[in-house]
Every structure is written in C-alpha cells, then in structure tokens.
C-alpha cells in the first residue's frame, strides 16, 4: 500500500489563504481520484472537495482542490478563511487494493 | 432524505465479542457501497472495508482484514462491522459511509458514529 502525508497543523488569520498538501508516497497521484474531507469536533466528516476538483453542493466555492504531478501531491486551498472553517481536514485516494487516508491535517484559525 | 444511522455507544471487556450496525434509509440501499472508518481516540481516520449491499461483495483494507467480519442485510438496509474477540486496542470511534463505489467514489454520507470502549 501508499501512504498519504499531510502537514499535522497549519494556521493562518481570518480572511488569508490557506493550502493543505496531500503527498502520495507511489504511485502516481493523477491515476486515482483524491477526496478532501473536513471534521469539526465532535462531528462525523463531510466531503468538501471529490474527485480532485469538484465541490459538492452546499460546499462555499472558497474551497478547491488541485492536483500537481510534479511534486505527486494534491492540494486543498481555502480562500477568505472564517473561523467556522477551523477543523481536521483529510485526504483520501485509493488503490487497487483499498481506500487509504492522509493523516489529517489541523486547521486553525485566528 | 438520506440517513445513515448507526447504533448506539458500546462498553466491552477485553475478549467479549460485538456487532454494530448502519441503518441506511432515504435511497435504494442496495446500489450504494457502505464503507467503515475507523478513528482511535485523538487520531485519524483509517479505513477498515466496504460492502456492497446488493450481492454482499466485500473487500477489506490489509490492516483489517481478519481483524473484522463486515456484512450486511439488505432486507432492513442495515450493515455491520463484527468483532469476535475484543481488545483494548479496539476503543474507537467507528463510522459508516455512503459511496457509489467500491474505491473510486468520495464518500458522500457519513453515520454519526458509534463510540466502542473496550476495558477490563
């Protein structure tokens, strides 16, 4: 199996740009589909960015993903951040054999 | 509208055994896959496997496989994660979910979790 490696915390002030990274260890990032997910404390995760681009419903357009090749990573990027987007965030791919799950990442804000 | 609800929290001795469940409702149970995650107290989310209701197609991650039993009743839109001897080590927070796939698709509906405590 890969890994995913995530930065454990980042932080940065209301209103700023933030971007978590999502390191795949091999394989290529581009073959398989990441997904982002966001939990809050105490609360069961929602889906924020799937198949590496797209953004569900209900989800502000503050939130996109992105893929780069290059560095075999993909990114969450969240623009005019709020203090409600302060949460873990998570990346998930997959491989022929299972899901896997980036370690998380903390986001606060302040 | 779609519901995942999962039973309710658990409080077990080492070497007991449990079933836990997932009630889906609010779509057609048997064309989505059911997924399980499991978060130990402070961590991360880790996958344990993913049943498709319909036919009771399995598959497992390789760090659950033979630790879990995952199955299904798509007669009461139900799935289950089953432990035959508990540990300590399995004090979790388990979560179900909702994919349109096996591997490919994001999980788009999450059960609110059931909290598993295992001590002596």
């Known amino acids: 199996n890969f890994m995913l490696t995530q930065p454990h915390s980042v932080s940065e002030s209301p209103g700023k740009t933030v971007t978590i990274s999502c390191t795949r260890s091999?394989?290529?990032?581009?073959?398989?589909?990441v997904q982002w997910y966001q939990q809050r404390p105490g609360s069961s995760p929602i889906t924020v960015i799937y198949?590496?681009?797209?953004?569900p419903s209900g989800v502000p357009d503050r939130f996109s993903g992105s893929i780069d090749s290059s560095s075999n990573s993909a990114s969450l990027t969240i623009t005019g951040l709020k203090t409600e987007d302060g949460a873990d965030y998570y990346c998930?791919?997959?491989?022929?054999?299972?899901?896997?799950f980036g370690g998380g990442t903390k986001l606060t804000v302040l | 509208e779609v519901q995942l609800v999962q039973s309710g929290a658990e409080v077990k001795k080492p070497g007991e055994s449990l079933k836990i469940s997932c009630k889906g409702s609010g779509y057609s149970f048997t064309n989505y896959w059911i997924g399980w995650v499991r978060q130990m107290p402070g961590k991360g989310l880790e996958w344990m496997g993913i049943i498709y209701p319909g036919d009771s197609d399995t598959r497992y991650s390789p760090s659950f496989q033979g630790q879990v039993t995952i199955s299904a009743d798509k007669s009461i839109s139900t799935a289950y994660v089953q432990w035959s001897s508990l540990k300590a080590s399995d004090t979790a927070m388990y979560y179900c979910a909702r994919s349109e796939t096996g591997m490919t698709s994001n999980l788009d509906k999450w059960g609110q979790g059931t909290l598993v405590t295992v001590s002596s």
């Open positions: 998930q791919s997959y491989d022929s054999s299972s899901r896997v």
């Open positions: 198949e590496d681009d797209q953004r």
């Open positions: 091999s394989g290529s990032i581009a073959s398989n589909y």
